[in-house]
């Protein structure tokens, strides 16, 4: 069945690392940046039998396509994570062998014939429609018991906030685990329901609750 596209303007901002004192940071309501112009579909599922193996694996994928309409070449690095309502997060491309990509290509070849890895389109972002690039951000099947997930795709926006870690321990050393600030990132966050249980879930199609920027 054919998922409709949605399409979708994400602010991308680029901006210096601002402090902010507060131990939570909310995103600029709208960019006053750069930005690039973002399509996708919702997350689908395709099973995929992997070279060497007799059955297939079901996996989860985002696809997407971005333009660079801002008049300067963007440096693009996304990042995108789904993290569902029992605490797993998988973060896409993890394990992902390449005839899964091989598959969703031959899935939408006829809406987008120049169908990119991940690995392709991250780097350099240039200008115009002739330059847009489609690809999917892929994940491993997730806990069948999850009633909700949300989708975290970070690396579209240039907005930085620099905030006080409120569990710093001045009386010691700074490290990782012990740091004095969070950098914190303008991501988008879209939450899915499944709905059904546990035994109806593989067949169920994700509905779409909302769609924010939250800092992460």
């Not at 390449?98 to 598959?103: E, K, L, Q, R």
């Not at 115009?128 to 579209?156: K, L, Q």
């Not at 329901?193 to 546990?198: I, V």
């Not at 199609?205 to 992460?216: A, F, H, Q, S």
Request: charged share 20%.
């Amino acid at each position: 069945m054919r998922v409709m596209l949605c399409g979708i303007l994400l602010s991308l901002t680029v901006a210096a690392a601002v402090e902010d004192r507060s131990p939570t940071a909310t995103p600029a309501p709208v960019s006053t940046k750069w930005q690039l112009d973002v399509a996708f579909h919702d997350p689908q599922r395709i099973s995929v039998t992997l070279p060497g193996e007799s059955a297939p694996r079901t996996y989860w994928y985002f696809l997407y396509r971005v333009t660079n309409n801002t008049g300067k070449d963007i440096p693009f690095f996304p990042s995108v994570a789904l993290v569902t309502d029992s605490l797993q997060t998988v973060v896409a491309g993890d394990g992902i062998h390449p005839a899964v990509y091989d598959a969703i290509a031959r899935r939408h070849e006829k809406e987008y014939p120049f169908f990119f890895t991940p690995a392709k389109v991250t780097g350099m972002l240039l200008q115009g429609e002739s330059n847009s690039r489609t690809t999917a951000a892929v994940f491993e099947d997730f806990d069948p018991a999850a009633n909700e997930f949300v989708i975290y795709a970070s690396g579209f926006s240039g907005e930085l906030k620099r905030v006080t870690n409120p569990a710093f321990a001045p009386d010691k050393p700074e490290s990782d685990d012990n740091p004095t600030y969070f950098l914190l990132r303008r991501t988008l966050a879209v939450t899915y329901r499944l709905p059904g249980d546990e035994q109806t879930r593989p067949q169920a199609t994700p509905v779409r609750l909302k769609r924010e920027w939250v800092m992460r």
